[in-house]
């Protein structure tokens, strides 16, 4: 009666990533080819040999046809996953099973979304028949909830958590900068994105991810093949997955300045991977920023802070590129945007090339050699949210 | 004896100072101020209010009949009196009907209803007045809903009889004085003078009728509500009631304005909360004819509060946010059409998914898990707590007050008038909501902030319009603030 895990069974032999941006030249079938043939030359396999495929998409697309027909794919199985902003995790996870059940011995994981085609700002979920009585908050509102909630809990000044929220932008912005992939590429100061005006509680667009299209794959392969087709493997060490059952809406206990599914993602993920300290064990994480509050609580969900402690952790750089665990070091949500069936599968890569040592010098970490690193997504809202939580690593043990 | 079990008004949060048209126009809109329906109310959303604070006066009353009048209905073709049926939480063998879509309807219904055998009956009206900008409806209508429950004392049931049907009488004669084609916002009328003097005449032989009816003489009248679209035409009667020593109460005209089919139950409401036991009453209503009621005044009023859950309509003139802008107003009323929110509007609601949770959407019924107590907004099968299956019973929330635990302003959201105030509310006893706030400035709103619910429409998606609750802050008067305060001591 537990997660088992995978541990060092699966392994990941190759990654591609499409540039995040408004790809107004582009749509979710050219995206598709650009990311999977970048993945296929990384990994040195040819279409043909892998076996089966999952898609992740939120809502660029329905069934596996919207991967097999751009690429023109030959009796394949594929298969369409969504599971709200975790849909590209969702998508390797289900692919490192196949592969893990000796069902296959080449998977792909791809993810892609198409965001900037709805004539609409920000992402836009298509609506479901209802009897009309849902919130109609947007997702900036309902996690503009965590903020005040925080500094209330723990004495926090308004204005202090303000300037400390404005930081988690700050860095990730900075991270983004040094990161051509990114849609972002402005560093912006605190005082700047202080200085914007609030649209959803305190709140200012700056502290609401970016909103961009793209796409990302991976191939993954059992770990005993792995180094036949790379001598520089990422191996799984770790998928868990909670979709919460929404209580936090309708529980007066439920107090907005935690996230109980990534809380029990996270242990979860450590359990199965064996990790007992992320904070000192883990070269990096890529956390879903897709507000500036929920990095920073997501920073104690996921253990990094003691719980009360993580804005003092932030204020301290303890997160910074440079910093004892690096956060977002590819400029996070904040600079990517998140093309939602993208965004885990883009996280990945960066682990992918941090821990491989292939990430540019000017965002290479210093941490790298701690050999494991952790990529999170949640979905949903504060209260009523799917995460992810993965641990990868670039050796077996 | 049979006469009125209950009675309610409704007013809206909202004034608009007639300076405020007079500033924008040019042209004079005159002194005082109306009353003004929010974005999301209309004539069924008053009504509703006002029906809850009649009902809630007299929980063991059951009326067998809900008649719903309005000149500015939500729908033609469909019922809109069955909203109401479903928001009051009526049982499926009350008849619910509109009764008309004309100014008469109000006092048609009244008299129905006074005139019927039905243990009780529920008449609800509601009225949203406007029309183009510098309209007579706009600067001297108003926005309101009333409700009265009529029917017979009963010992058996212990329902009581505040004010007692002495007799009345109509006058009917068809001439044109004020007309408008459904769908439009524009009424049209014929010169002023033609109406006045029409209705004058038709006052005079309803009234004297209407006294004979009763077995009343002038004399032993103590206060007339007089009640129509064209003030001037009861001019005549009202000097002669002044001349007897009746009092003429205020028609509310400076502080709400005319309600159009709300003002002849919001004025009779008005004329009870007035009223000392023992008194006679009469309330003259002028449209497309003439009606009127006499009534006696039973010791069942008590005082200032007597007609209903202690929110008299002289409460709500005293409690309003009296500096609406005329902009805002004439947004909200679709006048000046304004630019939306760039976000997709809003689906239209399933009717089926609806009618499967006509409880909860209509009537703000939740669950309530016999064996934790966690209680469920919206209901559900399996408890969060313990995780028993099908062990709820239903819960009823609407009367119940709540307490803001933490909110947020969203200028992102789509809405008919944006920002959103949205807050997580706890309600006292247990229960959850995260819900929008309404009539409320996002300033004024604090964590701790005592809130009631309120029926409201959400949207309007293929003519369909959107129904469910709101919260809005408990202001000076009302039951709910009483409520909470009672769990807190218990």
Same mark, same amino acid.
């Given at each position: 009666m537990a997660s088992h895990g995978i541990k060092d069974q699966v392994a990941i032999i190759g990654m591609g990533c499409t540039q995040f941006k408004?790809?107004? *030249?582009?749509s979710t079938d050219d995206l598709l080819i650009d990311a999977v043939t970048d993945t296929l030359a990384s990994a040195g396999v040819e279409k043909d040999q892998v076996d089966a495929w999952w898609l992740g998409t939120a809502?660029?697309?329905?069934? %596996?046809v919207t991967l097999a027909a751009p690429l023109k794919l030959q009796n394949k199985p594929v298969t369409r996953v969504e599971n709200y902003c975790a849909t590209g995790s969702e998508a390797l996870r289900q692919a490192c099973y196949a592969v893990a059940s000796g069902a296959y011995d080449i998977a792909a994981a791809v993810g892609v979304e198409?965001?900037? *085609?709805? %004539?609409?700002?920000g992402l836009n979920a298509f609506p479901i028949p209802t009897d009309g009585t849902q919130r109609t908050l947007t997702a900036a509102g309902m996690f503009s909830l965590v903020a005040p909630a925080y500094a209330d809990k723990y004495g926090i000044d308004p204005n202090e958590l303000r300037r400390t929220l404005a930081r988690i932008a700050s860095k990730n912005h900075s991270n983004g900068a040094k990161n051509?992939?990114?849609q972002f590429r402005r560093e912006m100061s605190v005082d700047s994105i202080c200085a914007m005006p609030a649209v959803a509680g305190m709140l200012s667009v700056f502290d609401c991810a970016g909103v961009a299209d793209g796409a990302a794959a991976a191939i993954v392969v059992r770990a005993a093949d792995a180094y036949k087709y790379t001598d520089k493997p990422i191996f799984v060490k770790a998928l868990a997955m909670v979709a919460g059952n929404g209580s936090g809406l309708a529980d007066p206990e439920f107090d907005y300045t935690h996230f109980d599914e990534c809380e029990a993602a996270g242990k979860d993920a450590y359990a199965q991977a064996g990790i007992t300290n992320p904070r000192t064990e883990l070269a990096m994480a890529e956390v879903h920023d897709c507000f500036t509050p929920t990095e920073l609580v997501l920073m104690e969900d996921l253990g990094f802070s003691a719980r009360g402690e993580a804005w003092k952790d932030v204020e301290a750089g303890?997160? *910074?590129?440079?910093?004892d665990l690096p956060i977002n070091t590819d400029g996070g949500l904040k600079s990517f945007g998140h093309p939602v069936g993208a965004s885990g599968l883009r996280m990945l890569f960066e682990c992918w090339l941090q821990l491989r040592h292939e990430a540019p010098e000017e965002r290479q970490i210093d941490t790298a050699d701690r050999g494991l690193a952790l990529t999170h997504n949640l979905g949903g809202y504060p209260g009523d949210m799917v995460s992810f939580v993965g641990i990868w690593g670039n050796r077996l043990g | 004896m049979r006469g009125i079990i209950s009675a309610a008004g409704y007013l809206p949060h909202w004034r608009l100072q007639r300076e405020a048209i007079t500033q924008v126009l040019g042209s004079s809109a005159g002194k005082g101020q109306r009353s003004v329906a929010s974005y999301d109310e209309d004539s069924l959303t008053m009504a509703v209010d006002a029906g809850r604070r009649a009902l809630g006066a007299v929980p063991s009353a059951n009326p067998s009949a809900l008649w719903f009048c309005t000149t500015s209905p939500t729908y033609a073709e469909k019922t809109n009196a069955t909203i109401a049926h479903a928001a009051l939480r009526l049982g499926s063998e009350v008849i619910a009907a509109d009764a008309g879509s004309g100014l008469r309807g109000p006092a048609a219904a009244l008299r129905s209803a006074l005139h019927s055998t039905d243990p009780a009956v529920l008449v609800l009206t509601g009225d949203v007045r406007t029309g183009p900008a510098g309209s007579v409806d706009e600067k001297d209508g108003g926005d309101a809903g009333a409700a009265v429950l009529v029917g017979a004392a009963s010992a058996d049931s212990g329902v009581a009889v505040i004010a007692e049907y002495l007799g009345g009488a109509s006058a009917t004669r068809e001439f044109l004085d004020r007309w408008r084609s459904p769908g439009e916002a524009r009424t049209r009328s014929w010169e002023d003078r033609f109406g006045e003097q029409r209705y004058g005449d038709l006052a005079a032989q309803a009234w004297e009728a209407g006294l004979k009816d009763a077995g009343l003489q002038l004399d032993q009248l103590d206060k007339v509500a007089l009640v129509g679209p064209?003030?001037?035409?009861?001019a005549a009667l009202a000097k002669k009631l002044g001349a007897a020593g009746v009092e003429v109460i205020d028609s509310l005209a400076s502080s709400v304005g005319f309600t159009g089919a709300a003002h002849p139950l919001l004025m009779l409401t008005s004329l009870i909360e007035q009223s000392q036991p023992g008194q006679v009453i009469a309330l003259l209503a002028m449209a497309d004819g003439a009606d009127v009621f006499f009534f006696r005044v039973t010791d069942q009023v008590s005082g200032d509060s007597g007609t209903a859950g202690g929110v008299t309509v002289a409460d709500q003139l005293e409690d309003a946010d009296n500096t609406l802008l005329y902009s805002k107003y004439l947004a909200w009323r679709g006048v000046l059409p304004v630019q939306p929110p760039n976000r997709p509007e809003p689906a239209r609601m399933s009717a089926a998914a609806a009618e499967r949770r006509l409880d909860w959407k209509y009537g703000f019924v939740g669950s309530k898990d016999h064996e934790s107590g966690a209680l469920h907004l919206p209901p559900a099968r399996v408890s969060f707590e313990g995780g028993n299956i099908d062990d709820m019973e239903p819960a009823p929330m609407a009367d119940v007050a709540a307490t803001v635990a933490t909110f947020t302003v969203d200028s992102l959201a789509y809405s008919p008038s944006p920002p959103v105030v949205f807050a997580v509310c706890d309600f006292a006893g247990g229960g959850r909501l995260p819900v929008e706030l309404t009539d409320v400035r996002p300033a004024d709103v604090t964590i701790g902030m005592t809130v009631e619910m309120t029926f409201r429409r959400l949207n309007t998606a293929d003519e369909i319009a959107n129904y469910f609750w709101k919260a809005r802050p408990v202001r000076g008067h009302g039951t709910a603030r009483e409520q909470l305060e009672k769990t807190e001591q218990d």
């Open positions: 408004e790809h107004w *030249d582009r809502q660029s697309g329905m069934s %596996g198409k965001v900037k *085609d709805s %004539g609409y700002q051509e992939r990114a303890a997160f *910074d590129l440079h910093g | 064209r003030p001037r035409a009861s």
